[in-house]
């Protein structure tokens, strides 16, 4: 089992759609949980932390589920500009887990 | 500020060649990392360090070696470059305090080709 696993998409949402990521993970000793943000031959950027009362900034809203191991990414009202791979990332003890990435594609 | 710069932006070697990636940064972090990234694989990390003149191994770490003689520099090398090291390879750079350690600045990548 992957320790970081995310549905690779794509997911094809037209401008003003709501869309939800899922991602889990295997080792409950993780300490902190992150969605990551990666343009099309780019470097990853940090989109946001995500805290266990769960964060939002903007459209963008995270959540931490640690019964489950899973953690969520709700963006509303898309924009083209949010096409690209979020990334989701997790901190066990000493390094970071990148997962494989959840492509999104919106569509005017 | 440039954050953190790599160098070159593109190669290709032939098998058996080997080269030198650059890593610099100029936000004064402690941590580096490099990472390679292939399909389907995600972004594995290949060797880090936490501090000058100190290097660890991380995942993915055989055939390559890597070096932190100055804080600002981390260098990747490839003695004898494969074609299963054709990759894109990132460099990253993190704040050791708190919270902040766990964002990593990335730069812009290095693509390798393999022949």
């Known amino acids: 089992r992957k320790e970081v696993e995310q549905d690779p998409g794509p997911f094809n949402v037209p401008e003003g759609a709501t869309v939800a990521f899922n991602c889990t993970y295997s080792?409950?000793?993780?300490?902190?949980f992150f969605w990551y943000r990666q343009d099309c031959r780019k470097e990853p950027k940090l989109l946001m932390s995500?805290?266990?009362s769960g964060n939002e900034d903007g459209r963008f809203t995270a959540q931490l589920n640690r019964a489950s191991q899973y953690i969520s990414l709700l963006i509303r009202d898309s924009k083209l500009s949010d096409s690209a791979t979020y990334l989701c990332v997790v901190n066990p003890p000493d390094k970071l887990i990148f997962g494989t990435g959840t492509r999104l594609q919106v569509f005017p | 500020n440039a954050g953190v710069t790599q160098t070159p932006k593109f190669r290709v070697l032939k098998t058996g060649q080997s080269m030198t990636l650059l890593c610099a940064q100029d936000m004064n972090h402690e941590y580096m990392y490099w990472y390679r990234q292939d399909p389907g694989m995600g972004l594995r990390l290949i060797h880090y360090?936490?501090?000058?003149?100190?290097?660890a191994k991380g995942e993915v770490p055989d055939g390559y070696n890597v070096s932190r003689l100055k804080k600002q520099n981390f260098l990747l090398g490839l003695e004898s470059a494969a074609p299963s090291q054709t990759s894109v390879y990132f460099c990253a750079s993190s704040n050791p305090e708190g919270a902040a350690r766990e964002t990593q600045y990335f730069g812009p990548g290095t693509r390798l080709l393999v022949l």
């Open positions: 995500v805290y266990s």
């Open positions: 080792n409950s000793a993780s300490q902190s």
């Open positions: 360090s936490v501090g000058e003149g100190t290097t």
